[in-house]
């Protein structure tokens, strides 16, 4: 499917490969009405919790989604990680929930989830078990993605351990062919750790997101090191198919506040999915503030035809930009040393001709208008974020 997307100054056709055009845009063969035309928000279980969870923690999450502000700033999906699983198939060789941590099973979960109108997400692997050795859906994706369906799920996150060194390619087809055969709409997010480069096949199997890289831990390193894995990435997302740097880590304490904008910027300019990773019902007001940004949301929920991506890396200070469809800029200023330092990008450097432009500051929230250059001192492990005006 040919569709043609506008960019500043310039139209070009999105087909596999595109001569005369100087931004390179592989994307948006999906079919119009896919299931992800912006990146998916929600939260996931994981990175707080691990296999410390049950149905309250899903229930209460859910409460506290919807009363936090999160759902009025776009999160809609609940989604419960490993663990999930009793660890054996019932009798009839079907996927079971563990009765001591879902007692009242899944599609009374999914009931209460979408009675918030938010959407119940689940977690499976490509292989004989998950990683926590729960079983998995490697040679049962048929029956698995009937359940899911049945259950009433709206998302799935599916793994890669135990894969038993089968295709990749393979694997998660039959998962995707599997979910479109249940005819419910199931977001399907790849979770491969980047090994086979999902962005080159991911969307040909079914995948509406696909992660690039392993676990992302709560740490600046641990971030900055998905970070650096996203450079050259930015060709192969787009709607309905969106680079996964993995889930937000936001909030779980051992970054800092800055590092954490640091960290919330940086996904929302690279078009990532905003999966938050921390407890929604104990979080305090500066992680709140941080997840629930609006200016910044708005960058991450836009397409202007590319992810941001590097265009400047002067060691501990680089400069990101992302294309706006309005045709405005979004740019991040990243200081990943440790000493504070002036960092200065020229209107050029971020796609813009003319000197005077008027920009927004999208943490603090002002407007202001730049002259020559956008220039800021950052304070050591932080970063600013703009919108400049085209
Ligand atoms: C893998 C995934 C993680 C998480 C765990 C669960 O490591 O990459 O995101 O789902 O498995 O066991």
Redesign the pocket.
């Known amino acids: 499917m040919l569709k043609v997307y506008r960019l500043p100054a310039l139209t070009c056709i999105a087909v596999a490969t595109l001569a005369g055009c100087h931004r390179t845009v592989l994307v948006a063969t999906a079919p119009a009405g896919g299931l992800a035309p912006t990146p998916p928000m929600g939260w996931n279980s994981?990175n707080k919790f691990g296999c410390r969870i049950d149905e309250q923690l899903i229930r209460g999450t859910a409460d506290a989604m919807v009363s936090s502000g999160m759902k009025d700033a776009g999160y809609r999906y609940v989604n419960i990680?490993?663990c999930w699983e009793a660890p054996e198939r019932d009798a009839n060789g079907n996927l079971t929930t563990d009765s001591q941590r879902f007692p009242s099973g899944m599609k009374a979960l999914a009931d209460y989830v979408h009675s918030k109108g938010l959407k119940l997400g689940i977690?499976s692997s490509a292989g004989t078990g998950?990683?926590?050795r729960r079983p998995a859906s490697l040679d049962h994706e048929v029956a698995d993605a009937r359940t899911f369906a049945a259950w009433g799920i709206d998302y799935l996150?599916y793994?890669n351990?135990n894969n038993q060194n089968r295709p990749a390619l393979e694997r998660y087809k039959a998962m995707g062919n599997a979910l479109k055969a249940t005819g419910r709409p199931i977001v399907y997010s790849l979770?491969e750790?980047g090994r086979n480069k999902p962005w080159e096949w991911g969307r040909t199997v079914g995948g509406d997101l696909w992660?690039t890289t392993?676990?992302i831990r709560d740490s600046w390193d641990s971030m900055l090191h998905i970070l650096d894995q996203q450079v050259g990435l930015e060709k192969y997302s787009g709607p309905n198919a969106w680079n996964d740097p993995?889930?937000l880590e936001v909030g779980n304490g051992r970054m800092s506040n800055a590092e954490y904008i640091a960290h919330f910027s940086l996904w929302a300019l690279l078009n990532a999915p905003l999966i938050a990773g921390n407890d929604l019902r104990s979080m305090n007001d500066s992680t709140r503030a941080i997840l629930t940004n609006r200016d910044v949301i708005a960058v991450d929920q836009d397409w202007g035809g590319m992810q941001g991506h590097k265009v400047r890396d002067d060691g501990e200070l680089e400069v990101w930009v992302k294309p706006m469809s309005s045709g405005d800029r979004a740019v991040v200023l990243l200081n990943r040393g440790s000493t504070a330092a002036r960092i200065a990008a020229s209107m050029s450097e971020i796609g813009l001709s003319g000197a005077r432009h008027g920009a927004r500051d999208l943490w603090t929230h002002r407007d202001t208008t730049v002259d020559g250059e956008l220039a800021t001192t950052l304070a050591p492990h932080s970063a600013a974020m703009y919108l400049v005006h085209h």
């Open positions: 994981w990680d490993d977690y998950t990683c926590q996150k793994d351990c979770c750790w992660r392993g676990d993995d889930m």
